[in-house]
T-cell receptor, first 116, second 116 residues
């Protein structure tokens, strides 16, 4: 079974330019997450979806970040315009949302963003 | 709020040494606990998990026991290998707060270096 798929793996852009990341979760996983991981730090949650509904976006910088999950499957995270401080790894993850199993969350390989 | 504290790295050991990486947590409800591993240039992989007090998670020779009385989930391995070199993240998912499947709160990560 395929895991969480993300693209692109690597992206270098100039500041003030837009960038978008795409994620395809594990089949059947209703819950989708976007995390940001800064160098030397643990991941931090940006947004969580239950199907197509964003149920927790409290940590998403809404002035420049946006996300969508049309049809409750794939998701896109966009940054416009990018700033130097946005350089990080953007991780997509998914889960069944099953509390009985401890809600195991599976991660993609990440999209590595460098803003210059 | 929820938080995870793990020992600072890097931790450098010789091959076949005994490993302990300490992790303690603070949670408002009844969390599930996880250890994730991140190899260089890769995304996060689930290493092991425990969903309730006194549960022991194990995988690939690694073990961790959910200790509610000490709010700890220390990672151990009896004999490490060079291939275990990676960054290890302790994390919790709180099953009490909010509705649906909650996201993960991560520690800052511990960089493990195993020398031949």
């Amino acid at each position: 079974e395929a895991g969480v798929v993300q693209s692109p793996r690597y992206k270098i852009i100039e500041k003030k330019q837009p960038v978008a990341f795409w994620c395809n979760p594990i089949s059947g996983h209703n819950t989708l997450y976007w995390y940001r991981q800064n160098l030397g730090q643990g991941p931090e949650l940006l947004i969580r979806y239950e199907n197509e509904e964003a149920v927790d976006d409290s940590q998403l910088p809404k002035d420049r970040f946006s996300a969508e999950r049309l049809k409750g499957v794939d998701s896109t995270l966009k940054i416009q315009p990018a700033e130097l401080g946005d350089s990080a790894v953007y991780l997509c993850a998914s889960s069944l949302g099953d509390r009985g199993s401890g809600n195991t969350i599976y991660f993609g390989e990440g999209s590595w963003l460098t803003v210059v | 709020g929820n938080s995870v504290t793990q020992m600072e790295g890097p931790v450098t050991l010789s091959e076949e040494a005994f490993l302990t990486i300490n992790c303690t947590y603070t949670a408002t409800g009844y969390p599930s606990l996880f250890w994730y591993v991140q190899y260089p240039g890769e995304g996060l992989q689930l290493l092991l998990k425990a969903t309730k007090a006194d549960d022991k998670g194990s995988n690939k020779g690694f073990e961790a026991t959910y200790r509610k009385e000490t709010t700890s989930f220390h990672l151990e391995k009896g004999s490490v290998q060079v291939s275990d070199s990676a960054v290890y993240f302790c994390a919790l998912s709180d099953m009490y707060s909010g509705g649906g499947a909650d996201g993960l709160t991560f520690g800052k990560g511990t960089h493990l270096i195993i020398q031949p």
